[in-house]
């Protein structure tokens, strides 16, 4: 090796020995000619001649001494370097077009990167699963706690299992009271994901038992904005709704803790009200035991299941368990498919910038094609030739990664901010990593050599003859102009892909977001009311300061009504409950299930639902009256097909206050039907139909509260006063979360708001690509064929039939890239399928509109630079011959 | 009178190293007396292409077969003459070798050919 490097540091000093020692040959072999009489001139030709190509032989030397290509490297770079300094123009605008393709197909690969195809943040994330209970339907349902319990005492599978429940604490002791959000584990919680705390430590085993559980875990993000950031922080105590709690520990920096819904951790203590096995509450989430497979673990949960299922068929007959890799949980379906597609899309905007550049080239490789003509006959041969050019282009491609990258960075900074929060799974760390860089580095070079092989290729063809000939009045060569053809085609084909892509997103996404949510959303706030479970001892305190919270919010100028609901309208339910209606034949572990709102009587008229059938819930539905009930239409529909709902009674079992357990079994009479509000949030879609009882808070108390506000003015001018109107009651109320409806709607469907702008972003690039593409090749061409047009012109053609005669021939090629792109779009946009509304993959008018756009902007892109032949001079041009 | 360049015979693949180690067998030479002596020593039926002479020459040189000094020739123009080294004698004898072995194979197949 060090031997190797002495000779390439000599290489100078060898290069003039060897010009030294031909030089001598050459002498030597002409004075053998003088000595036999020859004049000295002609005999050192002569020497000369019978030597051969000097040049080529000396490549031939040097390709005998190591490193040769090094040596070409750099000289290639140097002949690189010169050539791009000569063509500023050329050299900027293919570094921002790849800088462009690159950078985004870089943004779009972070998110990829780190989402899909990351393993988990943890020390063995293939072992970790989510477990959770298995409806008849075969859907995953939540555990009650007895089948958890069972589970954990069963298996043999699991490492470690812990339950999550999540849960809203207020804390008090500084400033105003605050709504936090919290997870309350099981003690195994963090030994499952094989976490430790970064200060402190986590729960120890028994310290999710009742008594033991008055201990909690900060995320480093609060321990910062919360605590200060306080080292000293263990140990001290802070107050959650009411009780004492112990700081034990604080968890990593930039973790996916400081991503996640919760910012705190708190053991999960069954008490004894939690017993159940028909109030389903809790997720899970395991480790298998080292050696254990994830089929073995769910045949164990299977028979386990079963065991319970026969055992307690009154609340288990049919039901299982599903065991599922935790990724699959973390990352849904729809965002996987979502990335993948944004990333195919990416790659091809990129590749038509490549195939731009790939033209650009090309046509400056025909203004080169003189100098390379040369060159050939000088000796270089192909193989020399093609990789000088190359270097050239991957030179670029270099130039354009590094801008690229830099681009990127931004690109993938703005994205994550205007990203919608909980978008992305929080285990997810979005960053330019060195796997991007290397990723982003690789692409350009692929595009550097993609973009420069054709024109090297073909700009290197040994046609000597007619390049030397023709050159400077050249009509074009055939086979430059058949690779400009393939990429126009080839152009077009992606750009319609992309196009019908987007036009189909967009048009599913116009119909998601005009659906009719069922509510009036103009003017409507709403707030939640986190209730610390402490404070009230009864349901009747409870109802008494709903109801007072209710007035005095009433009371308030500009609000025109006002409502206790347990969710506001589009963020899913607080409950769901299997019922029964009265009289018909019963299955109890194969009840239907509806959703199950608990509103103030005012909710309907609040939020603008329109009463179908009989009357509305009003104040008169207390706790000691009749339980009566509200059904929505669809409820009206599916389950009472042809009869009169009204008066019919549907058995529920009671949630029992202040408890996660569901009481026995009473009868709430129907007395209304309302229209269908949209249900949405994180369980379901926004479009389907589900089946909803509504009930007073009078007859269900629950500690899940939320207000909206219908207010005769924009409403978030009314939420201080509001505000101010809930404290006079309550000076501990914390208020949280004030949002109108208008924005909770728009935030129901801003993930595919934000797919549909990103694939419409790059279907626009890509469509400007290709019509700068088309522009520049029938620009090109037109410029190539001036003389052919002037002839024409001489014998009688009228300009227009030249402008024919062009546009023509341009547009024939963008209807075969027309028709090949359709193709690929009717394979590829099936893809696409699950990610559309109410829209079929096929869409007529979707592609009709997206192949009529795409054919109007070619036919423009192609009718300016045509009209330059309309104005060729025939004399002007031929009088040059 | 050397033939015409017709009658001359290229050389063939891989020769040439053997060639020019054994020109160097009897003492130093440099790339045109090298030349020279083949022509002269094939009775003129050998023509040394310099352009692979060239390349041979450095090929031999980087393995230590040969190894070449620039020194004053007789007409005062420093030339660059090659010498061969031990390793290179050796290289000279195992590439002879294969050769007579070759030789006498082709002739056994022509041999053969012809019955």
Same mark, same amino acid.
């Given at each position: 090796?060090?031997?190797?490097?002495?000779?390439?540091?000599?290489?100078?000093?060898?290069?003039?020995?060897?010009?030294?020692?031909?030089?001598?040959?050459?002498?030597?072999?002409?004075?053998?000619?003088?000595?036999?009489?020859?004049?000295?001139?002609?005999?050192?030709?002569?020497?000369?001649?019978?030597?051969?190509?000097?040049?080529?032989?000396?490549?031939?030397?040097?390709?005998?001494?190591?490193?040769?290509?090094?040596?070409?490297?750099?000289?290639?770079?140097?002949?690189?370097?010169?050539?791009?300094?000569?063509?500023?123009?050329?050299?900027?605008?293919?570094?921002?077009?790849?800088?462009?393709?690159?950078?985004?197909?870089?943004?779009?690969?972070?998110?990829?990167?780190?989402?899909?195809?990351?393993?988990?943040?943890?020390?063995?994330?293939?072992?970790?699963?989510?477990?959770?209970?298995?409806?008849?339907?075969?859907?995953?349902?939540?555990?009650?706690?007895?089948?958890?319990?069972?589970?954990?005492?069963?298996?043999?599978?699991?490492?470690?299992?812990?339950?999550?429940?999540?849960?809203?604490?207020?804390?008090?002791?500084?400033?105003?009271?605050?709504?936090?959000?919290?997870?309350?584990?099981?003690?195994?919680?963090?030994?499952?994901?094989?976490?430790?705390?970064?200060?402190?430590?986590?729960?120890?085993?028994?310290?999710?038992?009742?008594?033991?559980?008055?201990?909690?875990?900060?995320?480093?993000?609060?321990?910062?904005?919360?605590?200060?950031?306080?080292?000293?922080? $263990?140990?001290?105590?802070?107050? =959650?709704? +009411? #009780?004492?709690?112990?700081? %034990?520990?604080? &968890?990593?920096?930039? !973790?996916? /803790?400081?991503?996640?819904?919760?910012?705190?951790?708190?053991?999960?203590?069954?008490?004894?009200?939690?017993?159940?096995?028909?109030?389903?509450?809790?997720?899970?989430?395991?480790?298998?035991?080292?050696?254990?497979?994830?089929?073995?673990?769910?045949?164990?949960?299977?028979?386990?299941?079963?065991?319970?299922?026969?055992?307690?068929?009154?609340?288990?007959?049919?039901?299982?368990?599903?065991?599922?890799?935790?990724?699959?949980?973390?990352?849904?379906?729809?965002?996987?498919?979502?990335?993948?597609?944004?990333?195919?899309?990416?790659?091809?905007?990129?590749?038509?910038?490549?195939?731009?550049?790939?033209?650009?080239?090309?046509?400056?490789?025909?203004?080169?094609?003189?100098? $390379?003509?040369?060159?050939?006959? =000088?000796? +270089? #041969?192909?193989?020399?030739? %093609?990789?000088? &050019?190359?270097?050239? !282009?991957? /030179?670029?491609?270099?130039?354009?990664?590094?801008?690229?990258?830099?681009?990127?960075?931004?690109?993938?900074?703005?994205?994550?901010?205007?990203?919608?929060?909980?978008?992305?799974?929080?285990?997810?760390?979005?960053?330019?990593?060195?796997?991007?860089?290397?990723?982003?580095?690789?692409?350009?070079?692929?595009?550097?050599?993609?973009?420069?092989?054709?024109?090297?290729?073909?700009?290197?063809?040994?046609?000597?003859?007619?390049?030397?000939?023709?050159?400077?009045?050249?009509?074009?060569?055939?086979?430059?102009?058949?690779?400009?053809?393939?990429?126009?085609?080839?152009?077009?084909?992606?750009?319609?892909?992309?196009?019908?892509?987007?036009?189909?997103?967009?048009?599913?996404?116009?119909?998601?977001?005009?659906?009719?949510?069922?509510?009036?959303?103009?003017?409507?706030?709403?707030?939640?009311?986190?209730?610390?479970?402490?404070?009230?001892?009864?349901?009747?305190?409870?109802?008494?300061?709903?109801?007072?919270?209710?007035?005095?919010?009433?009371?308030?100028?500009?609000?025109?009504?006002?409502?206790?609901?347990?969710?506001?309208?589009?963020?899913?339910?607080?409950?769901?409950?299997?019922?029964?209606?009265?009289?018909?034949?019963?299955?109890?572990?194969?009840?239907?299930?509806?959703?199950?709102?608990?509103?103030?009587?005012?909710?309907?008229?609040?939020?603008?639902?329109?009463?179908?059938?009989?009357?509305?819930?009003?104040?008169?539905?207390?706790?000691?009256?009749?339980?009566?009930?509200?059904?929505?239409?669809?409820?009206?529909?599916?389950?009472?097909?042809?009869?009169?709902?009204?008066?019919?009674?549907?058995?529920?079992?009671?949630?029992?206050?202040?408890?996660?357990?569901?009481?026995?079994?009473?009868?709430?009479?129907?007395?209304?039907?309302?229209?269908?509000?949209?249900?949405?949030?994180?369980?379901?879609?926004?479009?389907?139909?589900?089946?909803?009882?509504?009930?007073?808070?009078?007859?269900?108390?629950?500690?899940?509260?939320?207000?909206?506000?219908?207010?005769?003015?924009?409403?978030?001018?009314?939420?201080?006063?509001?505000?101010?109107?809930?404290?006079?009651?309550?000076?501990?109320?914390?208020?949280?979360?004030?949002?109108?409806?208008?924005?909770?709607?728009?935030?129901?469907?801003?993930?595919?708001?934000?797919?549909?702008?990103?694939?419409?972003?790059?279907?626009?690039?890509?469509?400007?690509?290709?019509?700068?593409?088309?522009?520049?090749?029938?620009?090109?061409?037109?410029?190539?064929?001036?003389?052919?047009?002037?002839?024409?012109?001489?014998?009688?053609?009228?300009?227009?039939?030249?402008?024919?005669?062009?546009?023509?021939?341009?547009?024939?090629?963008?209807?075969?890239?027309?028709?090949?792109?359709?193709?690929?779009?009717?394979?590829?946009?099936?893809?696409?399928?699950?990610?559309?509304?109410?829209?079929?993959?096929?869409?007529?008018?979707?592609?009709?509109?997206?192949?009529?756009?795409?054919?109007?902007?070619?036919?423009?892109?192609?009718?300016?630079?045509?009209?330059?032949?309309?104005?060729?001079?025939?004399?002007?041009?031929?009088?040059?011959? | 009178?050397?033939?015409?360049?017709?009658?001359?015979?290229?050389?063939?693949?891989?020769?040439?190293?053997?060639?020019?180690?054994?020109?160097?067998?009897?003492?130093?030479?440099?790339?045109?007396?090298?030349?020279?002596?083949?022509?002269?020593?094939?009775?003129?039926?050998?023509?040394?292409?310099?352009?692979?002479?060239?390349?041979?020459?450095?090929?031999?040189?980087?393995?230590?077969?040969?190894?070449?000094?620039?020194?004053?020739?007789?007409?005062?123009?420093?030339?660059?003459?090659?010498?061969?080294?031990?390793?290179?004698?050796?290289?000279?004898?195992?590439?002879?070798?294969?050769?007579?072995?070759?030789?006498?194979?082709?002739?056994?197949?022509?041999?053969?050919?012809?019955?």
């Amino acid at each position: 090796m060090l031997e190797r490097i002495k000779w390439w540091l000599s290489r100078r000093s060898r290069e003039s020995s060897m010009q030294q020692e031909l030089e001598a040959h050459i002498a030597c072999e002409a004075e053998e000619q003088i000595d036999r009489g020859v004049d000295p001139v002609t005999a050192r030709e002569a020497a000369i001649k019978a030597f051969g190509n000097r040049a080529i032989m000396m490549e031939d030397a040097r390709r005998v001494w190591t490193w040769a290509w090094l040596g070409h490297l750099t000289q290639d770079l140097k002949y690189a370097l010169r050539n791009l300094r000569k063509s500023p123009g050329f050299t900027a605008v293919t570094i921002a077009t790849l800088a462009l393709g690159i950078g985004a197909t870089a943004a779009i690969f972070s998110f990829v990167n780190a989402v899909l195809l990351k393993p988990l943040p943890y020390p063995y994330p293939e072992r970790i699963v989510s477990v959770s209970e298995k409806l008849p339907s075969g859907s995953s349902n939540f555990i009650s706690t007895l089948n958890f319990l069972d589970w954990g005492r069963q298996n043999r599978c699991f490492q470690f299992l812990s339950a999550i429940a999540r849960d809203k604490v207020t804390l008090t002791g500084s400033d105003s009271p605050e709504e936090l959000n919290v997870h309350r584990v099981s003690a195994s919680y963090f030994k499952v994901l094989g976490v430790d705390a970064e200060l402190g430590r986590t729960f120890a085993p028994d310290e999710d038992q009742v008594g033991k559980d008055q201990e909690v875990v900060l995320s480093n993000g609060i321990w910062r904005s919360r605590f200060g950031g306080d080292p000293k922080v $263990i140990g001290r105590k802070i107050t =959650l709704d +009411a #009780r004492s709690y112990t700081i %034990i520990g604080v &968890l990593p920096a930039n !973790s996916e /803790f400081d991503r996640t819904w919760a910012v705190m951790w708190l053991p999960l203590a069954f008490t004894p009200a939690n017993m159940t096995r028909n109030y389903h509450w809790l997720y899970a989430i395991a480790s298998l035991e080292p050696g254990v497979t994830l089929k073995q673990a769910r045949e164990q949960m299977d028979a386990i299941g079963a065991r319970i299922a026969a055992l307690y068929p009154d609340s288990n007959k049919g039901w299982g368990v599903t065991v599922n890799p935790y990724t699959d949980e973390v990352v849904q379906p729809e965002l996987r498919r979502s990335l993948w597609v944004l990333l195919a899309a990416v790659g091809a905007v990129l590749l038509i910038g490549c195939a731009n550049v790939a033209n650009l080239t090309l046509a400056r490789g025909m203004d080169r094609e003189h100098e $390379i003509a040369i060159r050939s006959a =000088l000796g +270089a #041969r192909r193989l020399r030739l %093609i990789p000088q &050019l190359l270097t050239e !282009s991957i /030179f670029l491609g270099i130039l354009g990664g590094v801008a690229g990258l830099a681009l990127g960075n931004a690109f993938m900074r703005g994205m994550k901010v205007w990203l919608p929060p909980d978008m992305l799974p929080p285990q997810a760390n979005v960053r330019m990593d060195y796997g991007v860089l290397l990723f982003t580095m690789v692409i350009g070079i692929l595009t550097g050599i993609l973009f420069g092989l054709a024109p090297a290729l073909s700009g290197t063809r040994p046609d000597l003859f007619r390049s030397l000939k023709e050159s400077g009045r050249t009509t074009a060569g055939l086979t430059p102009h058949r690779m400009k053809t393939a990429l126009v085609v080839a152009e077009v084909a992606l750009s319609f892909v992309l196009l019908a892509g987007a036009g189909l997103l967009i048009r599913s996404f116009n119909r998601l977001a005009s659906l009719n949510p069922g509510v009036d959303t103009t003017n409507v706030l709403a707030m939640d009311l986190p209730m610390p479970r402490t404070e009230f001892t009864n349901s009747t305190t409870l109802t008494n300061y709903l109801r007072e919270v209710t007035q005095k919010v009433r009371s308030v100028p500009g609000v025109r009504d006002v409502a206790i609901t347990d969710k506001p309208p589009m963020e899913g339910f607080a409950n769901g409950a299997p019922f029964l209606i009265e009289g018909r034949e019963d299955i109890p572990s194969q009840r239907p299930v509806s959703g199950f709102k608990v509103i103030g009587p005012s909710y309907f008229d609040t939020v603008g639902m329109r009463l179908l059938k009989g009357r509305s819930l009003d104040e008169s539905d207390v706790a000691a009256a009749m339980p009566v009930t509200v059904i929505n239409e669809t409820m009206a529909k599916t389950y009472f097909k042809g009869e009169d709902p009204i008066g019919k009674r549907i058995l529920i079992r009671q949630l029992v206050f202040g408890k996660s357990a569901r009481g026995p079994e009473i009868p709430w009479q129907v007395v209304g039907v309302v229209r269908d509000e949209k249900v949405g949030g994180k369980v379901f879609s926004l479009d389907e139909d589900i089946p909803v009882v509504y009930v007073t808070f009078y007859q269900s108390p629950g500690f899940s509260n939320s207000l909206v506000v219908r207010a005769a003015m924009d409403p978030l001018l009314l939420s201080g006063s509001i505000e101010q109107a809930i404290w006079k009651v309550n000076n501990n109320q914390a208020v949280a979360n004030i949002e109108t409806l208008g924005e909770i709607e728009s935030q129901s469907v801003a993930p595919a708001r934000l797919r549909t702008a990103l694939l419409a972003i790059f279907a626009g690039i890509a469509l400007l690509l290709a019509a700068v593409g088309i522009y520049g090749v029938v620009s090109y061409s037109v410029g190539q064929r001036v003389r052919e047009m002037a002839i024409r012109l001489a014998l009688g053609a009228s300009p227009g039939d030249l402008l024919k005669l062009v546009i023509g021939k341009t547009m024939l090629v963008v209807l075969v890239g027309l028709a090949l792109g359709g193709g690929a779009a009717l394979a590829l946009t099936r893809v696409l399928a699950s990610l559309l509304y109410d829209t079929s993959p096929t869409d007529g008018v979707t592609w009709v509109v997206a192949g009529a756009l795409l054919a109007t902007v070619a036919l423009l892109a192609c009718y300016f630079p045509a009209r330059r032949v309309t104005k060729v001079d025939p004399l002007a041009v031929l009088r040059f011959e | 009178m050397p033939p015409k360049p017709s009658d001359r015979i290229e050389l063939l693949q891989g020769t040439l190293d053997l060639l020019v180690l054994r020109s160097l067998l009897f003492g130093p030479l440099h790339g045109h007396g090298i030349t020279k002596a083949i022509q002269r020593n094939s009775d003129e039926l050998l023509q040394v292409d310099h352009g692979s002479l060239y390349p041979a020459l450095y090929r031999l040189e980087q393995k230590k077969w040969i190894s070449g000094k620039w020194q004053q020739s007789g007409k005062d123009r420093p030339m660059k003459f090659y010498r061969l080294t031990v390793a290179g004698k050796k290289q000279l004898g195992i590439e002879q070798n294969k050769w007579e072995q070759m030789a006498k194979a082709i002739r056994l197949v022509l041999i053969r050919e012809v019955e």
